[in-house]
């Protein structure tokens, strides 16, 4: 029972990291970044577009999905 929810917890762990750095490429840096090719020409009232703040809540959701899978690993380590 322990080794299955490890080799979930571990799976869930690599895809949230592999997710983070994805996400996190895809951020525009001073230049506008990658993000800037699907927003268009659609932007919010303070100057960032529809899909940079989209892109912002799912890098922070996984960013809250790795700590706790960390933190759970450490825990339930053998």
């Known amino acids: 029972m322990g080794s299955v929810f490890l080799n979930i917890l571990f799976a869930?762990?690599?895809i949230a990291s592999l997710g983070m750095v994805l996400l996190i490429l895809?951020?525009?840096g001073k230049g506008g970044g990658i993000s800037g090719?699907?927003?268009g020409m659609v932007e919010t009232f303070d100057g960032s577009g529809i899909v940079e703040k989209n892109l912002d809540r799912i890098t922070v959701i996984l960013g809250v999905l790795f700590g706790i899978t960390s933190i759970l690993l450490f825990i339930f380590q053998k």
């Open 12 to 14: 869930v762990h690599m």
């Open 26 to 28: 895809l951020h525009s």
């Open 37 to 39: 090719l699907f927003s």
